[in-house]
């Protein structure tokens, strides 16, 4: 896959991506500027730990989140992206549904658009993607961030996922992007229940008939504090065990907060399974 001048290659390796959220409650109140240079210290430090990619965001998809406005997060995001591009070498992609801040994040240096609402949220948002050639992570979610865990319900949560996403990569080639720059997610915790996320990662397979490169997002999610009773703190390990799983199952891309540990768990599945 070719973004932006920057080749990312699926099946000979698992791509992990690191989380670097520049919201408030992810920084200290140290000023603007000295958030920035420690963004961008935190984001060097996951390179080194075996990040490929950097997904950049600036505004909260936790359930019950408040929006952000486009300047908003526009100042969270660009300063971070531009300085990032000087200091790495690996593929940074922008977390945002705003077609705005997708294109300012691409003209800053990044590469990829990773859009929770899978083009859906705003009009303008295919053109850019289209037009500044840059890869696009469509990704499924029942509702929005406010809604979305309101008793979600699916016959059958894999077929449903599936044939979504086949409608939204026709819909995304048929506005101009390239097929070969189309990443696909089912969305890990997006309008699912823990027993949907678990039945997505047992079938997860199923999701390789879509013949796209597949992203799966479990990091520290609630359904992996269900099933080990254990806080957000403390998910390190669940993290890794779904990571793995994912990897054998199918992922080409799996997007978390412990660079390290995943890293390591995800180089021991591939010398495995691929
Ligand atoms: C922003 N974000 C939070 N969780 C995510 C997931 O599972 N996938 C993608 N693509 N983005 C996510």
Same mark, same amino acid.
């Given at each position: 896959?070719n973004?932006?001048?920057?080749?990312?290659?699926?099946?000979?390796?698992?791509?992990?991506?690191g989380?670097?959220?520049?919201?408030?409650?992810s920084?200290?109140?140290?000023?603007r500027?000295?958030?920035?240079?420690?963004?961008?210290t935190?984001?060097?430090?996951?390179?080194?730990?075996?990040?490929?990619?950097?997904d950049?965001?600036?505004?909260?998809?936790?359930?019950?989140?408040?929006?952000?406005s486009?300047?908003?997060?526009?100042?969270?995001?660009?300063?971070?992206?531009?300085?990032?591009?000087d200091?790495?070498d690996?593929?940074?992609s922008?977390?945002?549904?705003?077609?705005?801040?997708?294109?300012?994040?691409?003209?800053?240096?990044?590469?990829i658009?990773?859009?929770?609402?899978?083009?859906?949220?705003?009009?303008?948002?295919a053109?850019?993607?289209?037009?500044?050639?840059?890869?696009?992570?469509?990704?499924?979610?029942?509702?929005?961030?406010?809604t979305?865990?309101?008793?979600?319900e699916?016959?059958?949560?894999?077929?449903?996922?599936?044939?979504w996403?086949? *409608?939204? =990569?026709?819909?995304?080639?048929?506005?101009? +992007? &390239?097929?070969?720059?189309? $990443? !696909?997610?089912?969305?890990?915790?997006?309008?699912?229940?823990?027993?949907?996320?678990l039945?997505?990662?047992?079938?997860?397979?199923?999701?390789?008939?879509?013949?796209?490169?597949?992203?799966?997002?479990t990091?520290?999610?609630?359904?992996?504090?269900n099933?080990?009773?254990?806080?957000i703190?403390?998910?390190? *390990?669940? =993290?890794?065990?779904?990571?793995?799983?994912? +990897? &054998?199952?199918?992922?080409? $891309? !799996?997007?978390?907060?412990?660079?390290k540990?995943?890293?390591?768990?995800?180089?021991?599945?591939?010398?495995?399974?691929?």
């Open positions: 896959m973004c932006r001048g920057k080749t990312l290659t699926f099946g000979t390796q698992t791509h992990v991506m989380i670097l959220n520049v919201t408030p409650d920084f200290s109140d140290g000023g500027y000295l958030d920035v240079q420690q963004a961008i935190h984001a060097e430090t996951m390179v080194t730990e075996g990040a490929t990619l950097i950049i965001g600036g505004e909260s998809s936790r359930p019950g989140a408040s929006p952000v486009v300047d908003e997060e526009l100042a969270r995001v660009v300063p971070v992206i531009r300085g990032l591009a200091a790495v690996v593929l940074i922008v977390d945002t549904s705003k077609a705005k801040v997708a294109k300012h994040a691409l003209e800053a240096g990044a590469h658009v990773n859009d929770i609402t899978a083009l859906c949220g705003d009009p303008e948002m053109t850019v993607v289209a037009e500044m050639k840059a890869g696009v992570v469509l990704m499924h979610m029942k509702g929005t961030p406010r979305m865990q309101q008793a979600p699916y016959d059958d949560v894999v077929t449903e996922i599936c044939s996403l086949k *409608e939204k =990569t026709q819909n995304a080639e048929a506005q101009g +992007i &390239a097929a070969e720059r189309i $990443i !696909v997610d089912p969305g890990i915790g997006f309008g699912k229940t823990t027993k949907h996320n039945d997505i990662l047992k079938r997860l397979s199923e999701f390789r008939e879509l013949k796209k490169p597949l992203l799966v997002g990091s520290r999610k609630s359904f992996i504090g099933v080990l009773e254990v806080p703190t403390a998910r390190v *390990e669940g =993290t890794a065990a779904t990571v793995c799983w994912a +990897i &054998a199952h199918g992922a080409d $891309i !799996v997007r978390v907060h412990d660079v540990a995943n890293v390591r768990a995800a180089q021991m599945t591939d010398a495995l399974c691929r």
